[in-house]
T-cell receptor, first 116, second 111 residues
Framework: EAQVTQNPRYLITVTGKKLTVTCSQNMNHEYMSWYRQDPGLGLRQIYYSMNVEVTDKGDVPEGYKVSRKEKRNFPLILESPSPNQTSLYFC???????????????FGPGTRLTVL | QKEVEQDPGPLSVPEGAIVSLNCTYSNSAFQYFMWYRQYSRKGPELLMYTYSSGNKEDGRFTAQVDKSSKYISLFIRDSQPSDSATYLCAMTAAGGFKTIFGAGTRLFVKA
Protein backbone atom coordinates (compact mmCIF):
# COMPACT_ATOMS: atom_id res chain seq x y z
CA GLU A 1 0.00 0.00 0.00
CA ALA A 2 1.32 3.43 -0.98
CA GLN A 3 1.74 5.52 2.11
CA VAL A 4 3.60 8.13 4.09
CA THR A 5 4.32 7.18 7.68
CA GLN A 6 5.28 9.41 10.58
CA ASN A 7 6.53 8.60 14.05
CA PRO A 8 5.68 9.30 16.74
CA ARG A 9 2.02 10.22 16.27
CA TYR A 10 1.87 12.03 19.62
CA LEU A 11 4.69 13.55 21.63
CA ILE A 12 4.82 15.64 24.79
CA THR A 13 8.24 17.04 25.64
CA VAL A 14 9.87 19.86 27.56
CA THR A 15 11.60 22.99 26.39
CA GLY A 16 15.13 22.39 25.13
CA LYS A 17 15.03 18.61 24.83
CA LYS A 18 16.10 17.65 21.32
CA LEU A 19 13.67 15.53 19.36
CA THR A 20 13.30 13.97 15.93
CA VAL A 21 10.10 13.18 14.06
CA THR A 22 10.62 10.56 11.39
CA CYS A 23 8.93 10.46 7.98
CA SER A 24 9.11 7.67 5.45
CA GLN A 25 7.42 7.10 2.07
CA ASN A 26 7.28 3.96 -0.07
CA MET A 27 6.34 5.57 -3.40
CA ASN A 28 9.86 6.43 -4.61
CA HIS A 29 8.91 10.11 -4.62
CA GLU A 30 11.62 12.67 -5.26
CA TYR A 31 9.92 15.47 -3.35
CA MET A 32 9.23 15.52 0.38
CA SER A 33 8.07 18.30 2.64
CA TRP A 34 7.24 19.16 6.22
CA TYR A 35 4.30 21.35 7.26
CA ARG A 36 2.91 22.58 10.51
CA GLN A 37 -0.80 23.18 10.96
CA ASP A 38 -2.10 25.72 13.45
CA PRO A 39 -5.69 26.93 13.98
CA GLY A 40 -6.56 29.82 11.68
CA LEU A 41 -3.21 29.60 9.88
CA GLY A 42 -3.67 26.47 7.82
CA LEU A 43 -0.69 24.48 6.63
CA ARG A 44 2.63 26.30 6.55
CA GLN A 45 5.66 24.79 4.91
CA ILE A 46 8.73 24.32 7.12
CA TYR A 47 11.28 22.68 4.82
CA TYR A 48 11.19 20.74 1.60
CA SER A 49 13.51 18.47 -0.32
CA MET A 50 13.63 18.05 -4.08
CA ASN A 51 15.78 14.92 -3.89
CA VAL A 52 18.51 13.22 -1.86
CA GLU A 53 20.87 15.76 -0.28
CA VAL A 54 18.83 18.68 -1.70
CA THR A 55 16.78 20.67 0.81
CA ASP A 56 15.46 24.21 1.06
CA LYS A 57 13.61 26.42 3.50
CA GLY A 58 9.87 26.87 3.39
CA ASP A 59 7.99 29.73 4.98
CA VAL A 60 8.62 28.93 8.66
CA PRO A 61 12.03 27.19 8.98
CA GLU A 62 13.26 28.84 12.20
CA GLY A 63 13.98 26.31 14.95
CA TYR A 64 13.88 23.29 12.65
CA LYS A 65 16.42 21.17 10.79
CA VAL A 66 16.00 18.45 8.18
CA SER A 67 18.17 15.97 6.34
CA ARG A 68 17.63 13.81 3.25
CA LYS A 69 20.24 11.07 3.19
CA GLU A 70 17.95 8.50 1.61
CA LYS A 71 15.15 8.99 -0.88
CA ARG A 72 12.48 7.42 1.31
CA ASN A 73 13.25 9.23 4.60
CA PHE A 74 12.99 12.88 5.59
CA PRO A 75 13.31 13.41 9.36
CA LEU A 76 12.41 16.68 11.06
CA ILE A 77 14.73 17.71 13.89
CA LEU A 78 13.98 20.18 16.66
CA GLU A 79 17.34 20.87 18.31
CA SER A 80 15.92 22.95 21.17
CA PRO A 81 12.12 22.86 21.12
CA SER A 82 10.16 25.79 22.49
CA PRO A 83 6.46 26.12 23.41
CA ASN A 84 5.72 28.05 20.20
CA GLN A 85 6.57 24.88 18.28
CA THR A 86 3.58 23.14 19.80
CA SER A 87 1.61 22.19 16.70
CA LEU A 88 0.34 19.45 14.41
CA TYR A 89 3.04 18.40 11.96
CA PHE A 90 2.54 16.74 8.60
CA CYS A 91 5.03 15.15 6.28
CA UNK A 92 4.16 14.91 2.58
CA UNK A 93 5.69 13.45 -0.55
CA UNK A 94 5.17 13.89 -4.26
CA UNK A 95 6.63 12.94 -7.57
CA UNK A 96 7.61 15.99 -9.58
CA UNK A 97 6.13 14.56 -12.76
CA UNK A 98 6.36 16.10 -16.20
CA UNK A 99 5.38 19.51 -14.90
CA UNK A 100 8.40 19.62 -12.65
CA UNK A 101 6.09 20.94 -9.98
CA UNK A 102 4.77 19.42 -6.82
CA UNK A 103 1.12 19.25 -7.74
CA UNK A 104 -0.14 16.16 -5.94
CA UNK A 105 1.14 15.62 -2.45
CA UNK A 106 0.46 12.57 -0.29
CA PHE A 107 0.30 13.37 3.39
CA GLY A 108 1.18 11.34 6.43
CA PRO A 109 -1.22 10.95 9.37
CA GLY A 110 0.30 13.79 11.38
CA THR A 111 2.32 14.17 14.59
CA ARG A 112 0.83 16.17 17.42
CA LEU A 113 3.65 17.79 19.36
CA THR A 114 3.29 19.56 22.69
CA VAL A 115 6.28 21.43 24.12
CA LEU A 116 5.90 22.35 27.79
CA GLN B 1 -1.75 40.25 3.35
CA LYS B 2 -1.63 36.49 2.99
CA GLU B 3 -0.77 35.04 -0.41
CA VAL B 4 -3.88 32.85 -0.24
CA GLU B 5 -7.08 33.86 1.52
CA GLN B 6 -9.77 31.38 2.48
CA ASP B 7 -12.80 31.92 4.70
CA PRO B 8 -12.43 29.50 7.65
CA GLY B 9 -16.19 29.11 8.14
CA PRO B 10 -17.66 27.06 9.61
CA LEU B 11 -20.15 26.48 6.85
CA SER B 12 -23.24 24.45 7.74
CA VAL B 13 -25.61 23.16 5.05
CA PRO B 14 -28.44 20.62 4.85
CA GLU B 15 -27.89 17.32 3.08
CA GLY B 16 -28.43 17.64 -0.67
CA ALA B 17 -27.39 21.31 -0.85
CA ILE B 18 -24.90 22.70 -3.33
CA VAL B 19 -21.78 23.89 -1.52
CA SER B 20 -19.49 26.61 -2.82
CA LEU B 21 -16.00 26.99 -1.35
CA ASN B 22 -13.65 29.74 -2.49
CA CYS B 23 -10.12 31.08 -2.26
CA THR B 24 -8.48 34.23 -3.52
CA TYR B 25 -4.79 34.70 -4.12
CA SER B 26 -2.35 37.47 -4.91
CA ASN B 27 0.57 35.75 -6.66
CA SER B 28 0.03 35.69 -10.43
CA ALA B 29 2.79 33.06 -10.78
CA PHE B 30 0.56 30.33 -9.39
CA GLN B 31 -0.29 27.83 -12.13
CA TYR B 32 -1.34 24.68 -10.26
CA PHE B 33 -4.43 24.79 -8.09
CA MET B 34 -5.47 22.03 -5.74
CA TRP B 35 -8.24 21.26 -3.30
CA TYR B 36 -7.51 18.96 -0.39
CA ARG B 37 -10.02 17.43 1.99
CA GLN B 38 -9.05 16.82 5.60
CA TYR B 39 -11.14 14.75 7.96
CA SER B 40 -10.73 15.23 11.69
CA ARG B 41 -7.50 13.70 13.03
CA LYS B 42 -6.31 12.79 9.52
CA GLY B 43 -3.84 14.14 6.99
CA PRO B 44 -5.10 16.11 3.98
CA GLU B 45 -5.93 14.12 0.85
CA LEU B 46 -6.03 15.49 -2.68
CA LEU B 47 -9.54 16.00 -3.98
CA MET B 48 -9.14 18.03 -7.16
CA TYR B 49 -6.23 19.36 -9.19
CA THR B 50 -6.39 21.97 -11.96
CA TYR B 51 -3.72 23.47 -14.14
CA SER B 52 -4.14 27.14 -15.10
CA SER B 53 -7.64 28.45 -15.79
CA GLY B 54 -10.81 26.52 -16.48
CA ASN B 55 -13.13 23.95 -14.99
CA LYS B 56 -12.65 20.37 -13.95
CA GLU B 57 -15.38 17.98 -12.91
CA ASP B 58 -15.12 14.72 -10.98
CA GLY B 59 -18.39 13.18 -9.90
CA ARG B 60 -20.13 15.57 -7.51
CA PHE B 61 -17.12 17.88 -7.37
CA THR B 62 -16.28 20.74 -9.74
CA ALA B 63 -13.19 22.93 -9.48
CA GLN B 64 -13.04 26.31 -11.20
CA VAL B 65 -10.07 28.59 -11.67
CA ASP B 66 -10.35 32.21 -12.81
CA LYS B 67 -6.80 33.48 -13.12
CA SER B 68 -7.89 36.92 -14.31
CA SER B 69 -9.67 37.44 -11.00
CA LYS B 70 -7.20 35.35 -8.97
CA TYR B 71 -10.12 33.34 -7.65
CA ILE B 72 -10.70 29.60 -7.36
CA SER B 73 -13.79 27.67 -6.35
CA LEU B 74 -14.85 24.16 -5.41
CA PHE B 75 -18.48 23.18 -5.85
CA ILE B 76 -19.99 20.12 -4.21
CA ARG B 77 -23.35 18.96 -5.60
CA ASP B 78 -25.81 16.85 -3.63
CA SER B 79 -23.74 17.25 -0.49
CA GLN B 80 -23.66 14.32 1.92
CA PRO B 81 -22.90 14.09 5.66
CA SER B 82 -19.72 12.24 4.67
CA ASP B 83 -18.56 15.45 2.98
CA SER B 84 -18.24 17.06 6.42
CA ALA B 85 -14.55 17.95 6.65
CA THR B 86 -12.13 20.83 6.30
CA TYR B 87 -11.39 21.82 2.71
CA LEU B 88 -8.03 23.40 1.95
CA CYS B 89 -7.12 25.17 -1.25
CA ALA B 90 -3.46 25.03 -2.32
CA MET B 91 -1.38 26.57 -5.08
CA THR B 92 2.04 26.14 -6.67
CA ALA B 93 3.92 28.17 -9.24
CA ALA B 94 5.09 26.51 -12.46
CA GLY B 95 8.34 24.66 -11.86
CA GLY B 96 7.99 25.52 -8.21
CA PHE B 97 8.47 23.43 -5.13
CA LYS B 98 6.71 25.60 -2.58
CA THR B 99 3.02 25.01 -2.08
CA ILE B 100 0.95 27.65 -0.38
CA PHE B 101 -2.19 26.52 1.44
CA GLY B 102 -5.26 28.44 2.46
CA ALA B 103 -6.35 28.31 6.09
CA GLY B 104 -9.11 25.79 5.26
CA THR B 105 -12.91 26.01 5.40
CA ARG B 106 -14.71 23.75 7.84
CA LEU B 107 -17.87 22.27 6.29
CA PHE B 108 -20.72 20.55 8.14
CA VAL B 109 -23.41 18.76 6.15
CA LYS B 110 -26.45 18.00 8.31
CA ALA B 111 -28.54 14.89 7.66
Amino acid sequence: EAQVTQNPRYLITVTGKKLTVTCSQNMNHEYMSWYRQDPGLGLRQIYYSMNVEVTDKGDVPEGYKVSRKEKRNFPLILESPSPNQTSLYFCASSSTGTSGSTDTQYFGPGTRLTVL
Amino acid sequence: QKEVEQDPGPLSVPEGAIVSLNCTYSNSAFQYFMWYRQYSRKGPELLMYTYSSGNKEDGRFTAQVDKSSKYISLFIRDSQPSDSATYLCAMTAAGGFKTIFGAGTRLFVKA
